[in-house]
């Protein structure tokens, strides 16, 4: 309180964080994840020609993604791989893990709290949320499945941030209120349907229609190329 | 076989396809979403900048996003909501539906057997496949499951051209080329492993880690920022 302000440290990266945008974070658990292979390969330095290579991406585009980071690379040696996860992870706060609520334990939740991966990317889903009586009281990969009226209540005591919604749309936005009366910061919302949401919430929608945009229109793409061609 | 190059016609869109960029299409299904809204509402024109103000995106990103349809907007009125919607359903190819075999009856498998959404997106699963007895002959939200031994053989005499993995990353490879044996010309992978797969065939990874990347940093960025406020 009693620094003045332009001495006060800035918390890591925070500058720089507002900024980054959505399709270069999209791209960091990729370059996280050849880092951790590099790592277990024994290779302590690595260049993004290689990096980028490995993802099949341009290097030019890793070189750019990773100004965001607090970290700068070597001219011709490139960045140390300890050192470059050890951005990625503060960069993405996955230095950290964050308790998490799940609310709808049908098959789509069953699959989210039976996936190893969420801890190192530091989501610990600590209970899980429904309204069917058959389902209360069970334990789903561990995790104790307690009824949705007690969401709001645990998620204050607890001070839990994260929320995943993975309930049929229809129930989405009455267990998107919970949450928000929970005092919860950000939801991961898988029900296909958009929220309304105050805006010191943050959303993130998981739509697995924006891949399969992707996939169907590339495969639409290349099959009027080879009509072209083969006409 | 007898026309000249020049009179040939290109299929609708393929000439433009092949340089969409990945945010482009990732958008696609949102403004397609919004548009069908705006249809049940009676709505038969459109501007970008309703439409995007819907989606809470900026105009002049929705109206660029246009200019890879075979579509073109009137000055100041816009779009009409029927011709935009075809337009993005056939750049997309959701305007005929693609048969698919789905790999992995675990709780994966299910949550995609389960969703209805996908029909209206193009695609419809014909087929699971698994290798546990226990599953194989059962039937998942009507669709049956079969033994893996029986994908190539299948996909081949059905012409099916999209794979979806839906199995624990271990299996994951094993399953793609099966696929890929089975003449499959695009795969879907939600398994959380990279697939080695022949240039020929299209892949793309549902990683949930993206979305999380966005939603985890978000959130860090903004406790920085209050953190700096209070501090």
């Known amino acids: 309180m009693t620094s003045p302000r332009h001495v006060r440290r800035t918390p890591a990266g925070a500058a720089a964080a507002q900024a980054i945008p959505v399709p270069v974070l999209r791209r960091m658990p990729g370059y996280l994840q050849a880092l951790r292979q590099f790592r277990t390969e024994g290779l302590e330095w690595v260049s993004c020609t290689r990096l980028a290579g490995r993802l099949g991406l341009d290097p030019a585009l890793a070189r750019k993604d990773f100004t965001a980071l607090d970290i700068t690379g070597k001219p011709k040696t490139g960045f140390p791989v300890t050192g470059l996860i050890r951005a990625i992870e503060s960069c993405l706060g996955w230095d ?136």
Not at 109 to 137: Q, S
């Open 96 to 231: 950290n893990v964050r308790d998490a609520f799940l609310v709808g334990a049908g098959s789509l939740g069953r699959a989210l709290l039976g996936y190893r991966g969420f801890r190192e990317h530091g989501l610990n889903i600590v209970a899980a949320f429904d309204t069917d009586p058959g389902k209360i009281g069970s334990s789903l990969h561990g995790t104790q499945v307690l009824p949705l009226s007690k969401l709001a209540g645990l998620a204050r005591r607890m001070r839990v941030a994260i929320g995943i919604i993975a309930t049929p749309a229809a129930a989405a936005q009455e267990v998107a209120d919970l949450m928000v009366a929970g005092g919860l910061r950000a939801i991961w919302n898988f029900a296909p349907t958009s929220l309304s949401i105050p805006p010191e919430v943050l959303v993130e929608n998981e739509d697995l229609s924006r891949t399969l945009a992707v996939l169907s229109q590339r495969l639409q793409a290349r099959r009027a190329l080879e009509l072209e061609e083969n006409g």
